[in-house]
């Protein structure tokens, strides 16, 4: 293994990622663990960290920095949110936290938050910061689809506004604990039937409520099959989604920022609609915003 300088940390609910760092931004090793914010309480955050990085450690303390969970109120420390219309949250102004293990040089990365609408991101700002730092000219929309979308619009390096939907986690409850759940198939597509979705949430957004339970009186007549309704399902709430996020991509160059499972629905929905996109590893993105994070804090 090569010197280790620093340590970035993508700390969500569920999983936790680590990436061991040179100093001029090389990743020499990834490393992962299940011990998410969601399974520790606060003083259980440093052990778990040690778990995956004190083999690197040295004598002196180690930089390490930190996005996501982990500076939620319910994390480790709670950092605090920066207000829009602002550039992704310098680490300087993140939670410097105070560590048993003096090798441990601790920042937790600061989320970005919305006051009218009221909003909040703790993770993708990150991101983010990444796509501005490895595309410094990029004005136009990033969209990280996931449990909780996101759009934000992006200006001279700024996040000038957000806006999250809920529309993956409201496709895991209605496929695996409605009634509709007798009708799903747990995988499968069918692309046909996820752009016909879309065109009808986008033009009548107000019946989707009717249409959702029409996907199980479809199954029952025998008229639907499991995939069918799978990827129809899928295609009405990013319908609706795209109906209320209009004033986002229209007329805008969106930037995807998000895994192939949920991504790949949204980059076909939105080209049906005429709408450039432009596809980035959520995994790069964020490894990019962390390295520049770093790099602020070196100079300062």
């Known amino acids: ?7 970035a940390v993508d700390w969500g609910t569920t999983h936790m990622r680590v990436w061991l760092m040179a100093k001029d931004g090389q990743m020499i090793e990834a490393r992962s663990s299940d011990r998410g914010m ?6 259980g955050f440093e052990i778990a960290l040690l778990a995956l990085i004190s083999d690197v450690l040295g004598q002196a303390p180690m ?8 500076g939620a109120k319910q994390g480790w420390a709670e950092a605090p949110y920066a207000s829009v219309p602002c550039a992704p949250p310098d680490p300087r102004s993140g939670r410097r936290v105070e560590t048993e293990n003096a090798r441990l040089q601790v920042t937790i990365l600061s989320g970005v938050s919305q006051s009218n609408p009221a909003d909040v991101m703790r993770g993708e700002e990150t991101q983010i910061k990444g796509l501005i730092a490895t595309q410094p000219t990029f004005d136009g929309v990033a ?4 449990t909780h979308t996101k759009w934000a619009h992006l200006s001279a390096g700024e996040i000038v506004s957000f806006q999250t939907f809920m ?7 209605l496929s695996q604990q409605s009634v509709l759940r007798h009708s799903m198939a747990l995988t499968g597509w069918d692309d046909d039937a996820f ?9 009548r957004p107000q019946a989707v409520a009717a249409k959702l339970f029409g996907l199980r009186a479809q199954a029952l ?7 069918s309704a799978r990827a129809r399902l899928s295609g009405l709430l990013i319908g609706i989604e795209l109906a209320a996020a209009r004033p986002y991509w229209l007329g805008q160059q969106v930037a995807l920022i998000g ?24 995994t790069d993105m964020t490894l990019a915003g962390l390295r520049a994070a770093y790099s602020e804090l070196e100079q300062s």
């Open 221 to 227: 007549l025998g008229g639907l099959d499991d995939v």
């Open 195 to 203: 752009a016909v979705a879309v065109d009808e949430a986008m033009s």
């Open 1 to 7: 293994m090569g010197n280790v300088d620093w340590i």
């Open 259 to 282: 895994a192939a499972s949920s991504a790949d629905a949204y980059d076909a929905a939105l080209s049906a609609q005429g709408v450039p996109t432009l596809r980035h590893n959520p």
């Open 167 to 173: 529309t993956g986690e409201l496709f895991a409850l």
């Open 38 to 43: 969601g399974a520790l309480a606060p003083e």
């Open 63 to 70: 930089p390490v920095v930190i996005c996501g969970m982990a």
């Open 143 to 146: 969209c990280l689809p996931g």
